[in-house]
């Protein structure tokens, strides 16, 4: 998230910069002063610009490390069993991971539902602003990926405003998926066994190994169940922020829960997300914290296309000639089972 006054300076330009700087002086500042201003920061920038790759360079050589509080556990986990597991923690990671590639797999052949809500709450806990809408995530005639807006009432937001890396964690990072793909860009750590909500799980921390430069990472716990291998909670955060001075992009922790929709998969139902944004002062601004809470619901799963199999003689038959039983006594029969 960024904060608004930013977001409409971005769009609006230098002009705006300048008149917004005066107002915020008292319009006691003249313009050709502003003018100087504005042409020394724009040379410091330049100056500083080594610098800065220098510092970036340093950073992506570190270990990455993202301190922030975590989302609170509800009251349906249990008590946390530090000991080993009977399984090897590698076979645990290298079956859940397989499974999450399955998954991934699996998703794209299904449609559904998503509303998200994002609120903005003041001192005294009221909501003192929104974004709301639901989508329809399906495919288009030529089988693409898209999605379709079904609900979308006016954005009344004042404090912060939606920005990009927002909208590709709403459609990417909240329902984490660990692959056997992706699973060599993170540190998994085991921390023990626990049950949440009637379901053993084997617990790891995850972190990202490197961060680089304009890709996002999950930085939290994992809940595996240790009897299907499926994630069924993921409680974190997407990492890296923006910090650059001026552009300042933050996101909360969040939790997102998965139930086994399809008798086999577990998917994605639930996100939830509460946490203040801390945006520092600078030149003419203060410094501003926004409580700020985000749910996303996921419903209506539904798979997409059908499998066709023709029976001839109760036995199912291919379109190669090998399998042509030399002309039907009786018409085959069509079965959708999809």
Same mark, same amino acid.
């Given at each position: ?7 409409? @300076? ?7 910069? @300048? ?19 504005? @042409? ?13 790759? *220098? ?5 992506? !050589? ?20 530090? *000991? ?18 399955? #998954? ?27 974004? #709301?809408?639901? !989508? ?15 609900? *979308? ?114 998917? &994605? ?55 042509? &039983?030399?002309? &039907? ?10």
């Amino acid at each position: 998230m960024r904060l608004k006054w930013y977001g409409e @300076m971005e769009l609006i330009g230098l002009g705006i910069l @300048m008149e917004n700087y005066r107002r915020r002086r008292g319009a006691i500042v003249p313009v050709k002063q502003v003018l100087g201003l504005v @042409m020394a920061m724009l040379v410091a920038g330049v100056l500083l610009a080594p610098s800065a790759l *220098a510092k970036d360079q340093k950073k992506k !050589d570190e270990k990455p490390t993202v301190s922030y509080t975590p989302m609170p556990l509800d009251s349906g986990y249990g008590p946390m069993d530090i *000991a080993e597991p009977k399984i090897a923690v590698e076979e645990i990671i290298k079956r859940f991971t397989a499974k999450e590639s399955g #998954f991934r797999e699996a998703l794209n052949h299904y449609t559904y539902r998503r509303a998200v809500r994002v609120q903005t709450v003041d001192d005294d806990g009221k909501v003192d602003g929104e974004y #709301f809408q639901v !989508d329809d995530v399906i495919f288009d005639p030529k089988g693409k990926r898209t999605e379709r807006v079904v609900n *979308a009432p006016p954005n009344t937001l004042e404090r912060i405003a939606m920005s990009p890396a927002d909208f590709q964690d709403i459609q990417e990072r909240l329902p984490f998926v660990l692959t056997k793909e992706d699973v060599g860009q993170y540190d998994l750590k085991y921390v023990g066994k626990q049950t949440v909500d009637e379901v053993p799980c084997y617990v790891f921390e995850v972190s990202p190994k490197v961060i680089e430069k304009n890709k996002r990472y999950f930085q939290g716990k994992i809940w595996v169940d240790a009897d299907e291998f499926e994630i069924v909670v993921t409680s974190g955060k997407n990492v890296p922020d923006d910090l650059r001075k001026g552009h300042e992009d933050l996101s909360i922790p969040f939790t997102t829960y998965r139930e086994q929709i399809d008798g086999a998969n577990w998917f &994605p139902t639930y996100t939830k997300g509460d946490g203040v944004l801390h945006f520092p002062g600078g030149s003419g601004y203060l410094s501003q914290d926004v409580h700020l809470r985000q749910t996303v619901k996921y419903t209506d799963y539904k798979q997409f296309g059908t499998e066709t199999k023709i029976i001839y003689d109760g036995k199912e038959i291919s379109n190669t000639p090998e399998s042509d &039983p030399g002309g &039907p006594v009786t018409p085959p029969v069509v079965v959708k089972p999809k």
